[in-house]
């Protein structure tokens, strides 16, 4: 009775360290059943609709890696053209399909504005926002504008000859160069933007001689300034970023701008309440994942998570702010 009794603690101990370890997976199992449930047997398919290397590119592609042990293998695929509003036009066929996700952002909400698309975000549902992302504005190493006060002077003498260059029309960059002309007092309607469908052709057109300034998302022309191929003349934050310590706001070289990008998903219009509650939850446990964590780091991104209504009804005042937005600089719908 007495060896019992020395026993019986650590008998009573094991039962229940073996109760933890039996509950614990059956918790991860019903998350994990809710995103089986949503997805009925279908591989999860990402759109981004860019040109392969942009922002939506490279958040579709950092969301495949980190939702890897959640939700299996997916895909990505690139619809690029219109600032995303080609790819909003086959997204929002794919009516009731949950396995379907689409990367999307400010720059399609101004796309859609400006090319006078027929489809809008209101035909998707959405999901989560994910990132947001702050615009710099380079040069070409070889530029004789040394920085942005000199750029901004330059634009203030001739607009229409300080020729940008960044993606997408009536996207975050055409937003910016908008706004950099109000802000040294030329007339926004004249900016001289060279649109192009990703990154890495506007950067082609900046090294070319073909603009003389480029605007574009820091994790897009990082690997550019590092190399010394662009040199980094201001950034739209309000306060100066990790990543680029030494580069001076545009506040601070005197114009009163700033502005943010941000990127989220959304699904297809006709999914169940069902699926959408899961597949949200799906992109929360994402964001918690190391490698979503340190994709951020690396990238240079913001945390910006933001699910459920409170998403919708962000997209919803982004929207009517956009909109009023490219009036004021002369790119809205008349």
Known sequence: MTAIRRWAPLVVALLA???LIVTAPADDQRAGSAVARALDGRQLRIMAPAAPGGGWDQTSREMQAA??????????YNVAGAGGTIGL?????????????????????????TNDSPHSLAETVPLARLTTDYQVVVVAANS??????AAAEAM???????????????????????????????????VSYVAHSGGGEALTTLLSGRSTLGISGV??????????QVRALAVSSPDRLPALPDVPTLRESGLDVELQNWRGVVAPKGITPEQERALEQLLLDMTRTDEWRQALA??????ATLAGPEFEEFVKSEQ?????????IGLGRS
């Open 219 to 228: 994790s897009e022309v990082m690997p550019q300034i590092k190399a010394g």
């Open 320 to 328: 009517s702010r956009v909109a009023q937005i490219l009036k004021e």
């Open 156 to 190: 203030r003498a001739d607009l229409p000859a300080v020729s940008i260059s960044g993606g997408s029309a009536g996207g975050v960059e055409q937003i910016l160069a908008g706004l950099m002309a109000k802000a040294v007092g030329a007339d926004p309607a004249k």
């Open 67 to 76: 939702l890897r042990d959640l939700a299996g293998r997916s895909e990505v």
């Open 89 to 113: 036009s086959q997204f929002v066929r794919l009516n009731g399909d949950p396995s379907q996700l689409m990367t999307t952002g400010l720059i399609m909400i101004g796309a859609v504005e």
């Open 144 to 149: 004789p504008l040394k920085d942005m006060k």
């Open 17 to 19: 360290t073996g109760a």
């Open 298 to 303: 690396d990238r240079g991104w913001g945390d």
